[in-house]
């Protein structure tokens, strides 16, 4: 089971326990029972034990228990109260005084939920204290939720039943009272938010799902309705000069420390917009209500690439962020979309207006929205032409394939568009034509819509541009773009690891050759890249360092680095090694640890979509390394493959592997080999993505076996998370 990297969810319930129900704990010791599986106790080092259902245990200070994704586990504190612990949840006991007459407990919370809950009428003193991770919680009387919610730095604190002076939350130095019906966030960063009345139906409504089968549903879209604003800048009747703030529908603007700010009206609708040079505009929309879509309004008076609009989660940390690609005088609407809430926001740009801004809501089905202008930014009837893609929105992120591209334009000679998709760097990788449905030529504008199949070879992130085409020269008369990042083609979520982790495109290899012959002779490779154009990648990032060899610190030598390449056919997954190693020292032992000599490797995950998320290895995750063969003069024979299954680390002999090996005399080696599909259980399709990382292990010692030093193509390769190795395409012909 791999390490826990975050703790999502954590809820833990303190019920009264009547006289003589239940297990009696020792004084001063919590009784801790897994009423489901996947739960594990945890000592004050550190150590995790499986505590199997129906098992229990005592537990004392210093230690506590974690909780899997499906577990349960029942705290039961003296004859007081119980603690629940569900669903990826960790709780740690760091004071714990039980007597008749006093409680005294203070647990630490590491993420999750908390359902807090002492006897009102109980004639003793009590103080129950619990350390976040940004806060302090502190209840002397009370029913209350400690939240700590999934994928976002924000925890919440929820009073169920609490009087004046019943609950309180510090943090940043601040201290403030939580009542009855109230919540209050905390970030990474500031004091406690400003009482947040709670519908306490819906708070639990949820809590009683999160108790019986889960929910994926966030406590902060249930306690804090999305905002719905829209305005313009109509509200500000004068600037502050630079660093000061204003104020427009709750959302505080701050103008940046340097640059110049001017009051303009920019697009000559009779409302001052705010016009800047050089200028940094930052929001904060902490008082308003749940942001997680934005859209700002700007005018561009520079050219493209001069501003950028970056949404910031309540740690203070870029969430996502969108570059100005407007033309000088052109009007761009910057809109991100993201799962995080934004509390903050900076626009920044180098010429140009701030013309009003959208926090957008939802659609009826919780679906986000398109983006919504503040002002009209599209010409009028009968003025130069234009396009305007409305989606996808810039930046969007659950962009599948194919996907449908639709917008307004003023309608061209023949109703007849031009969509390109492109690279970031603007080299046009696929071209189709798109109509214009609607209006009149000169006149009212049309609407067009095109759906789009995009090639899994293309890159991660690609631009969509749609543009005008003058008949006489071909030049574009008018255009707009929209950037796709990521880009998931295929059914059922992403299937594409970030690009730094690696990318391989393996060929069909008979629409290029006649075929491979497994003897270790790098030439046929070559042959493939040039006809097919897709080349070799590098293995050279070191991941693993006991004595790799430099020239100069963080430079490696000749001492090891790679080039690798795959290709495919119905029948077999083909790959080739081209390792440069000044020295050459195998692994002679008779058992599976190929990795403890100089030997490349490859780690897949064979069904990619079908777990995209799960940082352990599971059955279908497994490594395969290549013993290049015994050095008898200038030649290597006899190579062999090892297969390590990653769930449970079991190896066996991989004889349905053909190999064939070649010795670069005081250079190299060459490993090139043939995985059947039907060994891997799987059928080959043209559009299928696996997981890989390609890497090659090195030992420079003859008279030991070590693995002294490993490069990969993953920077971040690990052997037991699969989110941190790349991805391989089989790209059709």
């Not at 009590?126 to 029913?143: E, I, M, N, S, Y």
């Not at 986000?368 to 930014?377: F, I, K």
């Not at 209006?439 to 690609?462: K, M, N, R």
């Not at 592997?657 to 799987?682: C, H, N, Q, T």
């Amino acid at each position: 089971m791999s390490p826990k990297t975050s703790l999502p969810l954590l809820l833990i319930l303190f019920s009264v326990l009547a006289c003589g129900r239940g297990p009696q704990a020792r004084q001063n010791q919590v009784f801790a029972q897994a009423d489901r599986d996947a739960v594990f106790t945890v000592a004050a080092n550190g150590t995790r034990t499986l505590l199997p259902a129906p098992d229990s245990v005592f537990l004392d200070i210093g230690q506590g228990v974690d909780v899997d994704s499906n577990g349960r586990a029942i705290l039961q504190f003296a004859d007081l109260f119980t603690v629940e612990v569900l669903r990826d949840g960790e709780l740690t006991i760091q004071q714990l005084e039980v007597s008749d007459q006093a409680v005294l407990v203070t647990v630490v919370q590491n993420g999750g939920v908390l359902l807090n809950e002492f006897d009102p009428e109980a004639e003793i003193d009590k103080r129950f204290t619990v350390q976040t991770a940004f806060a302090t919680v502190t209840a002397v009387g009370t029913r209350f939720l400690i939240v700590k919610e999934e994928g976002s730095p924000l925890e919440w604190v929820i009073a169920l039943d609490a009087g004046p002076d019943d609950l309180e939350v510090t943090a940043d130095g601040v201290t403030k009272p939580v009542e009855s019906g109230v919540a209050r966030w905390v970030a990474p960063v500031g004091e406690p938010s400003p009482g947040i009345q709670a519908d306490m139906d819906n708070v639990m409504g949820w809590l009683s799902a999160m108790q019986s089968s889960g929910t994926d549903e966030n406590v902060g879209d249930v306690l804090w309705p999305p905002a719905d604003v829209l305005a313009t800048t109509q509200a500000v009747a004068a600037l502050p000069g630079a660093g000061g703030t204003f104020e427009i529908s709750g959302v505080v603007f701050t103008l940046g420390e340097s640059g110049q700010y001017w009051l303009e009206d920019c697009n000559q609708d009779g409302v001052q917009d705010v016009a800047m040079q050089d200028g940094t505009l930052s929001m904060d929309f902490r008082a308003v209500a749940r942001v997680k879509s934005l859209d700002v309004t700007v005018l561009n008076r520079a050219g493209p690439d001069s501003g950028s609009l970056t949404a910031l989660d309540p740690a203070r940390q870029p969430v996502s962020s969108q570059l100005l690609s407007a033309g000088e005088g052109e009007y761009q609407v910057l809109s991100l979309r993201d799962e995080v809430p934004y509390h903050y926001a900076e626009l920044m740009l180098e010429a140009g207006c701030f013309l009003g801004f959208s926090l957008t809501p939802p659609g009826p089905d919780g679906e986000p929205q398109p983006p919504r202008p503040a002002v009209e930014t599209a010409p009028p009837p009968g003025a130069a032409d234009f396009v305007r893609i409305d989606s996808p929105a810039d930046g969007a992120a659950d962009v599948t394939n194919p996907f449908t591209v639709s917008g307004a334009a003023s309608v061209p000679f023949e109703r007849t568009l031009v969509l390109r998709v492109e690279t970031l760097d603007g080299a046009v990788l696929q071209e189709q034509p798109v109509f214009v449905e609607g209006g009149e030529l000169g006149g009212e504008p049309g609407t067009f819509s095109a759906e789009v199949l995009v090639d899994f070879s293309l890159p991660l992130e690609v631009v969509v541009r749609v543009m005008h085409i003058s008949m006489k020269d071909g030049s574009v008369v008018a255009e707009d773009s929209v950037r796709l990042a990521p880009l998931n083609p295929g059914e059922g979520g992403e299937v594409r690891r970030p690009p730094e982790n690696g990318q391989f495109f393996a060929v069909p290899v008979a629409a290029y050759l006649v075929g491979f012959e497994i003897d270790g002779d790098p030439e046929e490779w070559f042959a493939l890249a040039e006809a097919s154009g897709v080349n070799f990648v590098g293995v050279d990032t070191i991941v693993y360092d006991e004595a790799c060899l430099y020239d100069e610190p963080g430079f490696l030598s000749d001492d090891l680095s790679a080039l690798v390449s795959f290709s495919y056919d119905e029948t077999f997954l083909y790959g080739v090694f081209i390792v440069r190693d000044d020295r050459y020292s195998l692994y002679s032992g008779d058992e599976f640890f190929v990795f403890l000599g100089d030997a490349p490797q490859i780690i897949l995950d064979l069904d990619l979509a079908g777990d995209f998320a799960d940082r352990g290895p599971s059955r279908d995750d497994i490594e395969v390394d290549f013993h290049p063969g015994f050095l008898d003069g200038d030649t290597l024979f006899s190579p062999y493959a090892a297969l390590w299954r990653l769930d449970t680390l079991e190896a066996a002999a991989f004889d349905e592997v053909l190999i064939g090996s070649r010795y670069m005399d005081g250079e190299g080696y060459v490993v090139e080999f043939a995985i059947p599909w039907k060994s891997l259980g799987v059928a080959p399709e043209a559009g299928s993505a696996f997981g890989l990382a390609a890497s090659v292990s090195d030992n420079d010692a003859f008279d030991f076996e070590a693995q002294q030093c490993m490069v990969s193509s993953a920077a971040a390769r690990d052997f037991r998370d699969p989110t941190t190795w790349g991805t391989l395409f089989l790209v059709g012909e």
